[in-house]
């Protein structure tokens, strides 16, 4: 294998699946539109076909190019109304969208090529497409006064969205409009987005300027339930509007009531009209990386100029602090634009999520309305990509733990159809992205039978909901009566939180019995660089992710109390529990830890629903910081998130807050009321 | 598809004098017509703004450019289109996917040049 050949798979790769999302968007927004396929998203779909046709046949992978040469075969009798629409039709789109899919996997991992059954699909589309199509009876454009010229130069599909458009009841016009030779592509479009929101433009014909100056005409064939006074309204003054047939109804049936967007026919060609540069993501890693260099060498001048004031060197430090503060400034520039070429929107994964919740609730026979929100909102490339999974799990869950089966929804009093929203949207530095159903919702005693059942509590001990909760993240739990194939694969929602924890997200629950459940999951923006607050305990310095912090406080050591042998703090009435981050890590602390006056600053920290307020000896400072990972042997310290360069060879390590509360809450507990 | 036909094309230029003019929709195929002496026109039939059947009829109802000859290339799956191109005046028809000499040979013909 040649580096070549390596490139030309990795650029096919990523166009196909660029192509492949979007097809898979555009087959959910088919599906939603039942009979009445609007013909611009028919058209959309035959040409995503098209480019990934042409794409594969000029690259040589063949299976792909077969496939997709195929339903380009069939798209095309769809979109002349030779194949009519059906379950089959849909459910053979969704799954050769898939094999598809699977095929493009396949390039770089073989083993993938044997779930695919090329062959087999083939034969579906075969079947399909020679199905009898619909019978028409004589002539539909009989009653239709158009001139032999603008019939003849109908394309055989613009044609038959004519006979579409009289068989719906629509009004045929024909819209005639002469312009100047200079300008005439402007006007010309400008009309037609006009006219589309009220119809469909069928044709456009070019003729000699009819007016026989030195212009050109054109005669729009347009079919609209509009009247002709709306029309000729706008199309405009100039525009001469002739109706060549009534339409039957003056009132459009609601499923007709489409509206087609202004500028839907787009491009044929595979020529992009897009204004973007493909990156490597490896590439944007790099110059992240550089970045994250120079935010280190700047903190290195941050504290060259501290030392030089404290030594009163007054000139030099004054004009440092002016340097540095410039190089600060343009530094955050270039880190913000460097993020941006990052971001992709959450939208990108929401076709793939569109496709497992089909095919998740079709096995489970439950009926799922999935509605998908926040497309845009956007995130680190990376981070999207690694949430892909355990979002796929959390609505894995949903629909098979949370989603009642249509006879029961029934029997609640609520619409068979169950409805799975997937909702994304940025607050603050984070993004926060709830999927949430309309099922049965968490009920805390089923929980304990099972977490008793399981070993994991006593059957004495009290159960409310937030310790429910806690319980379904625990590992090895799992509600289903018997393990279904679909959430039982060996992962439990306790690995859905290690892996948001990875990339310094938390996970929550929202629940209401009987009514349903939010699984809310925060996420940073980006994992690269993060403002973090660095505090001092003992004779350690530790960063904290700005993130996690709400607020600090000082105190004295008389104001921590204990409750249920429990260190905690009264924040607001709130009671705080504290965790002493010296006690956590094991960190010698010189000072009189339990005098009434020794002065402590808690900074209150925040993963998901959780707080905890983390008692430090000194808040330092807050700064940038760039994390680095520490390495395997490390890794398996839990609380830590990396270590991180603040100064000339300082290394310090960065605190996570999330796994900190789960693995050190009891142990700082039982440590500070063994005293 | 429309570089691989001006690269081609343009492979034909070494053995004859050939002058490309390129069009990337129908409406850019209208501004052009006027400030050139066309000896052929290539066009194919799914264009943006109007499509190829129309560019054709425009063509060969205009006096100044109906002697133009035209080659009109499109999919296999449109044999009804091709019958309507032939009717409308186009000289020429060419199935994609097609091979270079197939289209160098069409082009000869439209050109009055013997083929090669």
């Known amino acids: 294998m040649t580096k070549d050949d390596d490139r030309v798979k990795e650029e096919f790769t990523s166009e196909a699946e660029e192509l492949l999302d979007a097809l898979s968007n555009d087959l959910v927004e088919f599906e939603s539109q039942g009979r009445n396929v609007r013909p611009e998203l028919v058209n959309k779909i035959f040409r995503e076909i098209h480019s990934l046709k042409g794409l594969a046949g000029m690259l040589g992978f063949v299976q792909i190019s077969e496939l997709s040469h195929n339903l380009e075969d069939m798209l095309d009798k769809l979109r002349m109304g030779k194949v009519e629409i059906s379950r089959d039709l849909l459910d053979l789109l969704y799954d050769a969208v898939d094999s598809l899919n699977r095929l493009v996997i396949a390039i770089h991992d073989p083993a993938m090529e044997a779930l695919v059954d090329v062959p087999k699909l083939t034969s579906r589309i075969h079947a399909l497409v020679s199905q009898k199509a619909p019978e028409q009876k004589g002539d539909p454009l009989a009653g239709l006064e158009i001139d032999e010229q603008t019939r003849k130069s109908l394309t055989e599909y613009e044609e038959h969205r004519l006979v579409e458009n009289v068989k719906s009841g629509r009004a045929i016009y024909l819209v005639e409009v002469t312009f100047d030779f200079s300008d005439f592509d402007e006007k010309l479009r400008a009309i037609t987005a006009a006219l589309s929101p009220l119809g469909e433009v069928i044709s456009t014909l070019p003729a000699i300027d009819s007016s026989g100056g030195n212009g050109i005409s054109f005669r729009l064939l347009y079919g609209s339930d509009a009247d002709k006074a709306a029309v000729i309204d706008t199309a405009g003054r100039e525009a001469n509007v002739r109706s060549l047939r009534t339409g039957a109804s003056a009132v459009a049936p609601a499923d007709e009531a489409v509206v087609a967007e202004p500028g839907a026919e787009e491009d044929f060609t595979l020529r992009s009209m897009s204004r973007t540069v493909r990156v490597d993501i490896g590439k944007l890693d790099h110059v992240m990386n550089i970045v994250g260099e120079l935010i280190i060498e700047k903190n290195h001048l941050e504290g060259v100029t501290r030392t030089l004031q404290l030594q009163n060197q007054r000139m030099v430090s004054h004009e440092l602090v002016k340097i540095s503060r410039n190089f600060d400034r343009k530094l955050n520039e270039l880190q913000k634009s460097v993020i941006e070429t990052r971001m992709v929107p959450i939208g990108q994964i929401y076709s793939k999520l569109g496709r497992t919740v089909r095919k998740v609730a079709r096995e489970l026979r439950k009926e799922i309305d999935l509605v998908l929100r926040g497309e845009d909102t956007e995130l680190d490339k990376m981070m999207v990509e690694q949430l892909t999974d355990p979002l796929m799990h959390i609505i894995r869950n949903a629909i098979d733990h949370g989603i009642e089966p249509p006879e029961q929804r029934v029997a609640a009093g609520k619409p068979a159809t169950a409805r799975v929203v997937l909702n994304a949207y940025q607050k603050g530095n984070s993004v926060v992205i709830d999927v949430i159903d309309d099922g049965r919702g968490i009920d805390p005693e089923k929980v304990k039978q099972v977490a008793v059942k399981r070993g994991l509590m006593q059957p004495k001990e009290q159960i409310d909901l937030p310790r429910a909760c806690e319980l379904l993240f625990t590992p090895g739990f799992s509600t289903a009566a018997e393990v279904s194939e679909i959430s039982g694969r060996g992962v439990g929602l306790d690995v859905v939180r290690k892996n948001l924890q990875e990339l310094k997200g938390s996970i929550d629950i929202i629940s209401d019995i009987g009514k349903g459940s939010t699984f809310r999951i925060m996420l940073p923006i980006t994992l690269a660089i993060i403002q973090a607050l660095v505090v001092r305990a003992g004779d350690e310095n530790f960063a904290i992710p700005l993130t996690s912090v709400e607020e600090s406080l000082r105190i004295r050591g008389r104001e921590i109390t204990t409750v249920e042998r429990r260190e905690v703090f009264s924040l607001r009435n709130f009671a705080l529990p504290l965790l002493r981050l010296s006690d956590a890590f094991q960190v010698r602390d010189g000072r009189d830890t339990s005098s009434p006056d020794t002065k402590w600053f808690i900074v209150v920290t925040r993963a998901g629903e959780r707080m905890v307020g983390i008692l430090v000896d000194a808040l330092v400072r807050q700064q940038e910081i760039v994390i680095k990972s520490i390495g395997d042997r490390l890794k398996a310290i839990p609380g830590i998130a990396g270590a991180t360069e603040i100064g000339e060879n300082e290394i310090i390590l960065v605190v996570d807050v999330g796994s900190l509360i789960d693995n050190y809450g009891p142990t700082a507990r039982m440590a500070r009321s063994g005293r | ?116």
């Open chain 2, 1 to 116: 598809m429309r570089a691989y036909v001006t690269t081609l094309v343009e492979s034909f230029h070494d053995e004859e004098e050939v002058e490309i003019v390129e069009a990337s929709s129908g409406f850019e195929a209208l501004k052009v017509l006027p400030h050139h002496k066309l000896d052929a026109i290539l066009t194919d039939i799914n264009m943006p703004d109007i499509n190829g059947l129309e560019l054709v009829s425009f063509i060969k109802n205009h006096p100044g450019y109906k002697a133009i000859p035209i080659l009109v290339i499109s999919t296999e799956s449109s044999e009804e289109d091709r019958k309507r191109a032939e009717a409308l005046g186009a000289e020429e028809y060419l199935v994609k996917p097609f091979a270079p000499e197939d289209l160098l040979d069409k082009l000869r013909r439209l050109l009055g040049k013997p083929s090669a």
